[in-house]
């Protein structure tokens, strides 16, 4: 494939190679979902829950990483799963598709930026939190107001803390359950029968809890993202994808597991309803029930460090999304200019002026503002999955319909069509069932409604709306085109 050109010569630069693909998978997913709300899914699901919803929302993305890695390996594109929307399913979904992105990532580094306020209240309460948003928005802009290979250094080193710090956390809970290493009363198997334990709130809070432990999950789909600006996509796309999602897997499940053997979900510190500190993330709580106080310390450190990288990664992901919307006239024009150095800049200009509805919290509560933000997000974030499933089904039926050859795409899901169906069910129950108790209520509470699902209304007014002023037609197995893969 041919670099991506625009009307003024510049093009976007593959500058990222295998490892910078690896990590910014890491660095996207490993970041406020596991640091800062995988308490929460504790606390409300219980041990077995959370652990359990964790387990089923992997598999879930497992799935949809290899029918991802399948289209982006054979057609690596700045525009990813909006592009083979439209090419595979309809332009107007293909359209709704690359808006919802864009807008879920720019929301998302809103609530890293809500979630950096929160963390910077464990060392300094007395400084307004927006200030700080102010300050970590400036620095995400300027790494990626560079270029493609800063941004591409900066979360490699950013993802490689995180990474060495969840295994250094990993091996020193292991330790404390074991008693090797002084824990207090680390709780054990007692923390998984207590109370209503291990499955509090039985199966409709596992579906509660989906939409938070799914938000920890996104950002493994940058890969195919950051597709378009990596060498030999063909070779590393699937080669990244492979080894990123193992990893990942292994540490949100070891890592929750840990925490509830450490912390029993009564913890009035954990992110539940009625926690009144949110700054302290479960793995800083780890350490204090250690008394460990200066390794908490590190930890909250480390916690930002892994919260920038996270909105880092969003600025990179909804900046490009915008710019292949552009150039695929689907958006302003002046989007799909870039820099001499093949920076989109004006459509990074647009994403950070939505990541400023974390200031937000200078009018309302730090914490309430981070719950609303997290619910538009993770919707958000699951219709481009369901996205991604769809358009991986229809490619490979057409490809098929068509006599092609399979042996020749670069990758090929080894699930089909298990994997994209399997994936498209469960998203769709999360999606639907995440917060159904509240239409059950004597009394409807539309503002929590709204703010749970304004997502999925939003994508189809856009979807159909754009379809009634552009007329365009579901695209049929035999009207689809492979263009010959070339790396």
């Known amino acids: 494939m041919t670099q991506a050109t625009t009307s003024n010569g510049n093009s976007l630069k593959r500058s990222l190679k295998a490892r910078h693909l ?5 660095g996207g997913s490993i970041g406020t979902g596991l640091f800062v709300a995988s308490g929460k899914t504790i606390a409300q699901a219980g041990p077995g829950g959370a652990l359990l919803s964790y387990i089923v929302v992997g598999i879930m993305v497992y799935f949809i990483m290899t029918s991802l890695a ?8 700045p525009g990813s799963f909006a592009t083979y929307s439209a090419e595979y399913v309809d332009e107007s979904f293909g359209f709704a598709m690359g808006l919802n992105y864009w807008y879920n990532w720019a929301v998302t580094i809103a609530v890293d930026l809500v979630s950096l306020q929160l963390v910077m209240a464990y060392w300094l309460p007395y400084i307004d939190g927006w200030k700080w948003s102010a300050l970590f928005l400036l620095v995400m802009f300027w790494i990626n107001y560079i270029s493609v290979k ?11 803390i995180k990474v060495v710090t969840v295994i250094i956390f990993i091996v020193l809970g292991v330790l404390m359950i074991f008693g090797i290493l002084n824990g207090g009363d680390a709780g054990g198997w007692k923390n998984w029968t207590i109370g209503e334990a291990p499955f509090v709130g039985g199966f409709s809070a596992m579906i509660g809890v989906a939409m938070i432990v799914g938000f920890s999950f996104q950002g493994t789909e940058l890969v195919g993202i950051a597709a378009g600006e990596s060498q030999d996509p063909g070779k590393n796309i699937p080669i990244a994808i492979r080894r990123v999602f193992w990893r990942i897997l292994l ?6 597991l840990i925490i509830s053997f450490l912390i029993p979900y009564t913890d009035p510190r954990l992110l539940s309803n009625d926690t009144t500190d949110i700054a302290v993330s479960p793995f800083t709580l780890v350490f204090q029930h250690a008394g460990l106080l200066s390794a908490a310390t590190v930890m909250n450190a480390v916690i930002l460090t892994a919260v920038l990288s996270a909105g880092n990664s969003g600025m990179y992901a909804s900046s490009r999304m915008l710019y292949a919307l552009a150039r695929g006239r689907k ?19 647009a994403t950070t002026f939505i990541a400023m509805l974390c200031f937000l919290t ?8 981070y719950g609303w933000l997290l619910s538009i997000s993770g919707m958000t974030g699951f219709i481009a999955w369901l996205g991604i499933a769809i358009s991986h089904y229809r490619f490979r039926k057409g490809y098929v319909k068509q006599g092609l050859d399979l042996s020749k795409l670069p990758y090929k899901a080894g699930s089909f069509p298990f994997g994209p169906i399997f994936a498209f069910v469960v998203c769709m129950t999360i999606v639907i069932g995440q917060d159904y108790q509240a239409f059950l209520a004597d009394s409807l509470d539309w503002k929590r409604i ?5 997502g999925l209304p939003l994508f189809v007014t856009i979807w159909l709306g754009y379809k009634y002023i552009k007329r365009t037609k579901f ?13």
């Open 70 to 77: 399948e289209l982006a390996a054979f057609m690596p594109t």
């Open 150 to 160: 800063g941004f591409g250094e900066a979360e490699f080193w950013f993802s490689l």
């Open 331 to 349: 958006a302003p024009a002046i989007f799909a200019k870039l820099s001499e150095n093949g920076v989109p800049r004006n459509a990074l200009y």
């Open 362 to 369: 200078s009018l309302f509560e730090s914490q309430e503002v």
């Open 251 to 256: 540490f949100y499940v070891l890592a929750i």
């Open 22 to 26: 690896s990590m910014i998978a890491i």
């Open 450 to 454: 709204i703010s749970t699902y304004v």
């Open 475 to 487: 695209v049929r197995y035999e009207q689809m085109k492979f263009p010959e893969f070339k790396e």
